[in-house]
Nanobody, 123 residues
Framework: QVQLVESGGGLVQAGGSLRLSCAASGRTFRRYDMGWFRQAPGKEREFVATITWSSGNSRYADSVKGRFTISRDDAKNTVYLQMNSLKPEDTAVYYC????????????????WGQGTQVTVSS
């Protein structure tokens, strides 16, 4: 089992920045691919970014590319999402996810999820 706890959400004005953190505990964090999803009111959960455990390669949704940066610190069992140039459309609950991309568990109900942290961007 892996437990994920997000933090760092809040209210920010458009153009501002926030950094989300996801602290993991339980099984070996280093061997999990990590990433973020978000869900806005009335919308489905959508992919934001992911980073692999083996190579540290990252991938982003087109909507956040160039503005968000995902990183991980395996010594601290933590993954981060630096969000810059925030827009009102970035308003959502952000969820941390852990799993195995190759095995197809990451981002599914066979992977692990945090409880979410609210990000609100005012115009």
């Amino acid at each position: 089992q892996v437990q994920l706890v997000e933090s760092g959400g809040g209210l920010v004005q458009a153009g501002g920045s926030l950094r989300l953190s996801c602290a993991a505990s339980g099984r070996t964090f280093r061997r999990y691919d990590m990433g973020w999803f978000r869900q806005a009111p009335g919308k489905e959960r959508e992919f934001v970014a992911t980073i692999t455990w083996s190579s540290g390669n990252s991938r982003y949704a087109d909507s956040v590319k160039g503005r968000f940066t995902i990183s991980r610190d395996d010594a601290k069992n933590t993954v981060y999402l630096q969000m810059n140039s925030l827009k009102p459309e970035d308003t959502a609950v952000y969820y941390c996810a852990a799993g195995d991309l190759r095995a197809g568990t990451w981002g599914t109900d066979r992977g692990y999820w945090g409880q979410g942290t609210q990000v609100t961007v005012s115009s």
